[in-house]
């Protein structure tokens, strides 16, 4: 389990302070990272120190949504096809690919300091 707020778990990485979850993508992921940010109730992918997306919960409410920052309350289930979907992007190495086309697609993540997750 890591924690993946901004600054309380920072570490050094090549002269660097990196938050958690990008020390572990490069300690065990080769610079790509999956993260089940459970608070949020989202997912985070992060491939290198610079490149990120949140990308969405395979986790869903009895109406078939997710629960962002689980301001409702309601229960949530683990939805297999979307589970799948991330093993998927996972096994075949689409990590990157997938945060280009959120990073195009919405130009707000480029400006997040993905390094300090």
């Known amino acids: ?3 993946s707020q901004s600054y309380c778990c920072q570490t050094e990485l090549e002269g660097e302070d990196v938050g958690a979850c990008t ?4 300690a ?5 990272g999956i993260f089940l940010r459970v608070r949020e109730s989202q997912v985070l992918f992060l491939a290198g120190k610079t490149k990120g ?7 869903l409410d009895d ?5 962002q920052g689980l301001r409702r309350g309601n229960p949530l289930r683990l939805c297999r096809l979307r589970y799948r979907k991330i093993q998927k992007l996972w096994r075949q190495h689409s990590i990157t690919e997938e945060i ?7 130009q707000t ?3 997040i300091d993905w390094q300090h997750l």
């Open 1 to 3: 389990m890591l924690c």
């Open 23 to 26: 020390a572990h993508t490069f």
């Open 28 to 32: 065990c992921g080769a610079g790509v």
């Open 53 to 59: 997306c949140f990308y969405a919960p395979p986790y």
């Open 63 to 67: 109406y078939g949504e997710t629960d």
């Open 100 to 106: 280009g086309h959120a990073q195009e697609a919405n």
């Open 109 to 111: 993540l480029v400006g």
